[in-house]
């Protein structure tokens, strides 16, 4: 768990709800509400005042909305941790979203302890997976339709690399994949390692939705 403090910002258009995450998460440790947004345009407009670590983030937001949002501030906001924070269940929107660079998607429904839990995982780990995300993720990867490529300048994987992710993304088990390449456990663990360190994700779901935002795993 991070010790620093993590500023935290919120664009919704419903006040009510942006009230309600506010007065959820004021007293959390470590977390500091930097400002609010009503809409998509406050949003970018605040964003260049005050840069927040942690964005929560509606998806439909009047003049501006989430999916254009999104897109504008990941050309340049690389490191703010993005939170999708909506109504919509749909598994295309929520892989849409993911692929676009948000670091999470969670429902208006969700618990605030796991709001917290997704902010402080997200600026730890740079994901939080919960199961409505692994659910969308894992059926996008099996049916293998095209992702928006986010990097401009992809990492170079060999073939087998390429093979290693594959199984990686249908969560297959170290013992699996090696059964799959030809390798041994301990062979595909460095060479998972290795991958991580080349894309500079921290954890193996880092490395999956850069090979999905990359056109990898098609």
Known sequence: MTAQQIKVAIADDHKIFRDGIRMAL???EYLKILWEAEDGKDLIHKLKIKEPDVLLMDIRMPELDGIN???LIRK?????????????????????????????????????????QAILT?????????????????????HRKTVRQF?????????????????????KTTEEISKVVFLSPRTIETI???????????T???LV?????????E
Request: proline share 3%.
């Open 26 to 28: 004021k007293d959390r």
């Open 151 to 171: 990097y401009p300048n992809p990492v170079k994987f060999s073939e087998k690399e390429i093979r290693i992710l594959k199984c990686i993304a249908e969560d």
């Open 76 to 116: 340049e906001y690389e490191e703010i941790k993005i939170i999708v924070l909506t109504m919509y269940d749909d598994q295309e929107m929520i892989t849409k979203m993911m692929e676009l660079g948000a670091n999470a998607y969670l429902t208006k429904t969700t618990d605030p302890d796991e709001i917290y």
């Open 192 to 202: 998972r390692q290795k991958m991580k360190e080349k894309v500079g994700a921290k």
């Open 122 to 142: 997200c600026m730890n780990d740079d994901f939080y997976f919960n199961d409505l995300v692994n659910k969308a993720v894992l059926l996008k990867l099996q």
């Open 209 to 217: 939705m850069y090979a999905m935002r990359n056109k990898l795993l």
């Open 204 to 206: 193996i779901a880092g």
């Open 69 to 71: 949002a999104i897109s």
